[in-house]
């Protein structure tokens, strides 16, 4: 089942693999304005001790420091949940946000979904 949330600068589609994980993804732009959209499917999410979600970010285009904090929190709550979380897909402007920030240690990234999938 796939499920589709829109906003004019923000799209965010949430699926599950046929391996049982969790796929997000998000296309566009993640600020204030539309991080609230996000916070929202992701409060959708059901998440399961042991059950990996993975959050595609290749579609994103500009992410600032409220995006950010949407992610840390998804972080706090699959922690919390005892479900890994994999970001995948990051390009290298925001990457480099997580280098600069320390987030590449406090989150799992993988270069592709796929690569997210058979981790």
Do not use: W
């Not at 499917?41 to 949407?70: F, P, R």
């Not at 600069?100 to 690569?115: I, P, Q």
Request: glycine share 10%.
């Amino acid at each position: 089942m796939e499920e589709q949330v829109t906003t004019p600068l923000l799209t965010v589609t949430r699926h599950a693999h046929s391996s049982g994980t969790g796929v997000v993804k998000v296309e566009g732009e993640l600020d204030q304005h539309t991080s609230p959209r996000l916070t929202e499917a992701l409060e959708g999410v059901h998440l399961t001790a042991g059950t990996t979600l993975v959050v595609d970010l290749s579609g994103l285009m500009y992410c600032d420091s409220t995006g950010l904090t949407v992610l840390i929190g998804l972080h706090q709550r699959t922690e919390a949940a005892g479900a890994p979380l994999v970001l995948a897909g990051l390009e290298n402007e925001l990457l480099r946000i997580f280098r600069v920030t320390g987030l590449d240690r406090l989150f799992t990234l993988r270069t592709t979904v796929e690569e997210a999938l058979t981790s």
